[in-house]
C-alpha cells in the first residue's frame, strides 16, 4: 500500500530565505507526482507536475525533483515571500489505477 | 488546465438534514470526477469514484448510503450528505481527472458544519 509522507509538518522561516519541502513515497510504481498549494479553507492550486520519468520541472521560484527509485521529490522555493505561507500537498498518482495517493503537507509560514 | 466549479463553498446546517455539494466541469466532459474529504490537518483521503451514467465507486469505509453520489451529466457530479451529524463535519474536495493525461483538476472545496 503506498504511503506519502511529507517532512516538515510544519516550517517557519524569515523572508528572503531559500526552502525545501520534503516528500517520499513507499512504492515507487508511479505515474506522475504533484506538488499543491492550499490556502486556509481553500481548494487545491497545482503547482508543479513531474512525469516518472522526469527528474525535475520549474516555475518561477519554485523548483521540484524526483528521485523515483529512492522514493523522494522535493520542492525547492526560492527567495521565499510571505505570500507563499500555505500549507503544500504532495500526491502520487498509482500506475496501478491512476489513483492520487496524498501527504499530509507541510504547512510553511514565511515571517516578513 | 480544465476549470472546476464547486458550490456551495461553505454549508452550515442542523444535525440530521441533508446537504447537497454540487461539482461542475466547466469547460470539458468529464466522465470520471472524484469526491475527497479532508480533516483538519490531514491529508486528503479520496471517498468515491463518479462514473457519468454509472453508480460511483465508493472507498473502503465510506458509507454509500450516507454519502450519496449522483453523476447525472458529463459536467455535473453531486455529493448528498444525508442525515449529517457533527462528526460529518469536514472539508469536500471534488475533481475531474482528464482521461488521456491522467491528471485531476480541483474544485475550491465546500466546508461543511453541522451543528
Known amino acids: 500500500k503506498q504511503e506519502v509522507t511529507q517532512i516538515p509538518a510544519a516550517l517557519s522561516v524569515p523572508e528572503g530565505e531559500n526552502l525545501v519541502l520534503n516528500c517520499s513515497f513507499t512504492d515507487s510504481a508511479i505515474y506522475n507526482l504533484q506538488w499543491f498549494r492550499q490556502d486556509p479553507g481553500k481548494g487545491l492550486t497545482s503547482l508543479l507536475l513531474i512525469q516518472s520519468s522526469q527528474r525535475e520541472q520549474t516555475s518561477g521560484r519554485l523548483n521540484a525533483s524526483l528521485d523515483k527509485s529512492s522514493g523522494r521529490s522535493t520542492l525547492y522555493i526560492a527567495a521565499s515571500q510571505p505570500g507563499d505561507s500555505a500549507t503544500y500537498l504532495c500526491a502520487v498518482t498509482m500506475d496501478s489505477n491512476y489513483q492520487l495517493i496524498w501527504g499530509a503537507g507541510t504547512k510553511l509560514i514565511i515571517k516578513p | 488546465g480544465a476549470v472546476v466549479s464547486q458550490h456551495p463553498s461553505w454549508v452550515i446546517c442542523k444535525s440530521g438534514t441533508s446537504v447537497k455539494i454540487e461539482c461542475r466541469s466547466l469547460?470539458?466532459?468529464?466522465?470520471?470526477m472524484f469526491w475527497y474529504r479532508q480533516f483538519p490537518k490531514q491529508s486528503l483521503m479520496l471517498m468515491a469514484t463518479?462514473?457519468?451514467?454509472?453508480?460511483?465507486?465508493?472507498e473502503q469505509g465510506v458509507e454509500k448510503d450516507k454519502f450519496l453520489i449522483n453523476h447525472a451529466s458529463l459536467t455535473l457530479s453531486t455529493l448528498t450528505v444525508t442525515s449529517a451529524h457533527p462528526e460529518d463535519s469536514s472539508f469536500y474536495i471534488c475533481s475531474v481527472r482528464t482521461g488521456g493525461l491522467y491528471i485531476q483538476y480541483f474544485g475550491a472545496g465546500t466546508r461543511l458544519s453541522v451543528l
Open positions: 463518479s462514473n457519468e451514467g454509472s453508480k460511483a465507486t465508493y
Open positions: 469547460d470539458f466532459q468529464a466522465t470520471t
